[in-house]
């Protein structure tokens, strides 16, 4: 194998940060192949990532904007979740009766579910947000921000676009809405097409739905501390669904300060993507136009930390999971079952150790394997009895 690359950075003498940025840039380009655009991190994928800081692989692809579902095609194991186009073509239309009239009826319920005790919106206002790039967009959002913030009216701004630093590299972020309150407070909404029966919902989607609003919550935050005096971002986000079974909107204040809490920690303790890029061989890449054979090396020469819940969450979650299986690793059984195990790390290791062929008597890990198979041998004693007079 090829020797990993030297580590281009600016702490080298006469390398400015701009220029070591710019290498880093470049490398990331040179991953994806010559002319692949790169594949824009969203807030869904960014609480995935933090769900599993461990995984070098899925850094290092989402950081340099590889298309992981062409990569997983290309692999042989495509991924089998993701929105119907039917569920698309709803949840736009839902969006779009929810934000009619200037967003009238979000601004109501905002009223009415985060701040009643404010004057009641009369006419919000809309700012545009249009503009060249994502770096010009968000410049456009952090600016209408700051205006609204000074003007203390109601304010709603339609898919701005935020950025939120992420391993290294800038992750463009677009929330379905903000709205900034009269006092100048700021709220996340997050409006989705799954229903909310009798004013409650499926927990598992709005505990998704949190998780990627305190991404957004995140970015607000960063956008927030440039100002002077900095204004508050709210930790209620505003859930915005359908009632009951009808098409009519209504909506919840989720509280996120603990998944806020648990993403922004998970964040910061991701590998930065030039730190993983510059271990890698040299002439690694991930193009599209490679053969699957030499897309596959490319795959395998980034570590992966594979889990059970990667197969929500990853298109390459069942390449992951056959070669994790191959190499018995007991991550595949679950983090947690991998947590209880301590340093053992292989299904061959855990039943060396039940066995008392391998491992550490005083490891509280053995211990629990040993006794656990000589219960089970005893409760099996009866049975093999019984057959064998038969």
């Known amino acids: 194998m090829p020797s990993p690359r030297t580590r281009e950075t600016a702490i080298q003498p006469g390398v400015s940060p701009a220029r070591a940025k710019s290498r880093a840039w470049g490398r990331l380009a040179e991953l994806r192949g010559p002319g692949v655009p790169a594949r824009a991190l969203d807030a869904r994928a960014l609480a995935a990532l933090a769900a599993n800081p461990g995984c070098g ?11 992981k579902a062409a990569l997983a095609e290309a692999l042989g194991a495509p991924a089998v979740f993701g929105q119907s186009q039917f569920a698309f073509m709803r949840g736009n239309a839902f969006e779009a009766r929810v934000k009619t009239d200037g967003g009238a009826e979000l601004l109501r319920l905002a009223h009415t579910r985060l701040d009643p005790g404010a004057e009641p919106p009369r006419e919000g206002r809309v700012p545009d947000l249009s503009a060249v790039g994502p770096e010009g967009r ?3 959002t952090a600016l209408a921000l700051r205006e609204a913030t000074q ?3 109601w304010t709603l701004l339609d898919h701005p676009m935020l ?13 379905d809405a903000v709205v900034v309150h009269p006092d100048g407070s700021w709220t996340v909404v997050e409006i989705k097409s799954f229903p ?11 505990g998704a739905a949190a998780r990627q609003s305190a991404v957004y919550v995140l970015a607000l935050e960063d956008v927030a501390a440039r100002l002077d005096p900095v204004p508050r971002v709210r930790h209620r986000v505003l859930l915005v669904c359908p009632k009951d079974f009808s098409n009519l909107p209504t909506a919840s204040a989720v509280d996120v300060r603990k998944q806020r809490a648990v993403t922004a920690r998970q964040l910061t303790r991701l590998t930065r993507v ?7 061989p040299e002439g690694v890449c991930f193009s599209p136009e490679l053969s699957s054979k030499e897309l596959r090396a490319a795959v395998e020469a980034v570590p992966a930390t594979y889990a059970p819940e990667c197969l929500a969450t990853c298109e390459l ?3 992951c999971r056959t070669r994790s299986h191959a190499q018995g690793a007991v991550t595949a059984l679950g983090r947690s079952i991998r947590a209880d195990l301590g340093g053992l790390s292989t299904v061959e290791d855990v039943l060396a150790a039940a066995h008392g062929e391998a491992g550490d008597p005083d490891d509280p890990a053995v211990a629990a394997l040993r006794r656990a198979a000589a219960l089970r041998a005893e409760a099996l004693e009866p049975a093999g009895r019984e057959a064998a007079c038969r």
């Not at 950025?163 to 677009?174: D, I, K, N, R």
């Not at 004013?199 to 709005?206: E, Q, Y």
């Not at 030039?274 to 890698?280: Q, S």
């Open 138 to 140: 968000t410049a456009r």
């Open 163 to 175: 950025s939120l630093e992420v391993a290294g590299s800038p992750a463009y972020l677009e929330p």
């Open 274 to 280: 030039e730190d993983i890029a510059d271990a890698l």
């Open 317 to 319: 979650a069942f390449h």
């Open 151 to 153: 003007a203390g009216a």
């Open 196 to 206: 909310m029966l009798d004013g409650s919902a499926d927990p598992a989607k709005v």
């Open 57 to 67: 692989r899925r850094a290092i692809l989402d950081g340099a904007g590889v298309d």
